[in-house]
């Protein structure tokens, strides 16, 4: 995703559609901001990866990625969670009643181990693994 994109998310935005969005895509993001789930356009996701693999950055296939989410803590597994469920480094701190700088912490070796620059990146593989 795109670093303006998730500056923006970061500010309490709870969707981001593409100029080019379709009206189901549009009823799709007015549900889930409904239900208190955030929203990102797949075009903007798929833009941004197709950029990154031009880039070289992802070097990982998908099946790749499923064993690297295996590596991953029971701590750092809850933290992708409640990432992709729209949660801010402090929220996520209160729910798993742990520092924000722990949680930063996390976030970064989380980053690390995928080889990710934004966490847009690392929620589409999360949810392209079926994990959230």
Do not use: W
Not at 1 to 19: C, G, N, R, T, W
């Amino acid at each position: 995703m795109p670093k303006l994109v998730q500056d923006i998310m970061e500010f309490s935005v709870h969707a981001y559609l593409s100029k080019n969005a379709t009206l189901p895509e549009i009823l799709d993001a007015i549900e889930r901001v409904h239900n208190g789930e955030h929203f990102i356009s797949p075009p903007v996701y798929r833009k941004d990866v197709k950029s990154k693999i031009e880039d070289n950055n992802f070097d990982l296939t998908p099946d790749e990625n499923f064993a690297k989410f295996a590596e991953l803590t029971e701590r750092e597994l809850d933290v992708v969670i409640l990432l992709s469920k729209g949660y801010t480094n402090k929220e996520i701190a209160e729910k798993l009643f742990l520092s924000k700088y722990t949680i930063e912490t996390h976030r970064k070796n989380i980053m690390k181990k995928f080889k990710l620059k934004t966490v847009g990146q690392l929620i589409y593989y999360a949810t392209q693994q079926g994990l959230v």
